[in-house]
């Protein structure tokens, strides 16, 4: 699949404001972040900034931006229909939340923290569906790609949130489940490419064309003369060298580089603790950056198999 800059970009931002809005909602009446004002509105505002910025890419994507309202009507049947409506209410709540903490409601802030968290899991759960409910492309439609979804989302927000933390000198606990989850995000994305790597093609030239009873199928002429649609945008091919050095890039800078530089906060602390909360953020998002578009790029549809596509891809 073709991997357009905004769709990455989207679900690479809004992935982490959901994330960092679930556990603003969920640690701050804990207390395991600062409980000031200032930390509530900067967290809560990054979040709000980082989803209406995935979401204002999401929309450049599409052909007649002015007809996106639509998408919300067909919640019944598609999961990007419902991400949409899950996005959209999960806005009252978290609006509230900024509110209750510049004004300093705890009640209040703790109620629409829950519920900002409760959304924000719900809409990232949606984002995974969008792709894992799609059986003509097999590294998408696939067990850990959802989980994927959450667990990117809840590392890269837990990373957000450790760096905003670290300037209020605060950053122990929401650095050590970015840790965490960090190294639980390597392994998942490990467990993921071998397994795509390793299994049979779903579809075949047999299989898509229903001439497998006669024998062996292959392409004598191209459907088309020059390239389409459908080759731009389904039919994309990355070398196999580049995938393994954006596999590499995504691994180390977008998991296990953060999550140790998250480990050394936490022994650390001080100034030495947020400048290793600060990069390790950054770190993960680049990396997150990567493993996004590879995840289009790696993507095989069906489709291609018309076109003489190896059916391995």
């Known amino acids: 699949m073709n991997p357009a800059p905004s769709i990455v970009f989207f679900t690479v931002a ?104 409760l959304g924000a899991a719900i809409t990232v ?37 450790a760096m905003l933390a670290g300037f209020w000198g605060q950053a122990a606990a929401p650095a050590a489940i970015a840790a965490v989850l960090g190294a639980a995000a390597f392994l998942l994305k490990r467990v993921y490419w071998a397994s795509v790597d390793g299994a049979r093609p779903v579809s075949t030239m047999e299989t898509a064309t229903g001439l497998g009873a006669i024998g062996k199928v292959r392409v004598l002429d191209p459907p088309h003369t020059e390239t389409n649609y459908l080759l731009r945008e389904m039919a994309f091919r990355i070398a196999r060298v580049h995938a393994a050095r954006l596999r590499t890039i995504a691994s180390l800078a977008g998991f296990a580089a953060p999550a140790v530089l998250l480990a050394l906060a936490l022994v650390t602390g001080g100034v030495v603790a947020g400048i290793c909360a600060f990069a390790a953020a950054a770190l993960a998002m680049v990396g997150l950056m990567a493993e996004r578009w590879l995840m289009f790029a790696e993507a095989t549809h069906t489709v291609a198999l018309y076109y003489g596509a190896d059916t391995r891809g």
């Open 125 to 161: 759960y949606c984002t995974g569906m969008i792709y894992a409910s799609l059986p003509t492309i097999r590294q998408w439609h696939h067990p850990l790609v959802t989980p994927g979804y959450l667990l990117f989302a809840a590392f890269s927000g837990a990373a957000l949130l």
């Open 14 to 117: 809004s992935g982490a404001g959901y994330g960092l809005l679930f556990w603003t909602g969920l640690l701050r009446p804990l207390g395991w972040v600062p409980a000031s004002p200032g930390f509530g509105a900067a967290a809560v505002g990054l979040a709000l900034v980082l989803i209406m910025f995935g979401l204002l890419s999401s929309m450049a994507h599409l052909g007649r931006p002015e007809r996106a309202w639509r998408a919300l009507s067909q919640w019944r049947s598609s999961w990007l229909s419902r991400e949409g409506v899950a996005a959209v209410v999960t806005f009252g709540p978290a609006g509230l939340l900024f509110l209750s903490v510049i004004g300093d409601h705890t009640a209040l802030a703790t109620a629409m923290g829950l519920l900002s968290a």
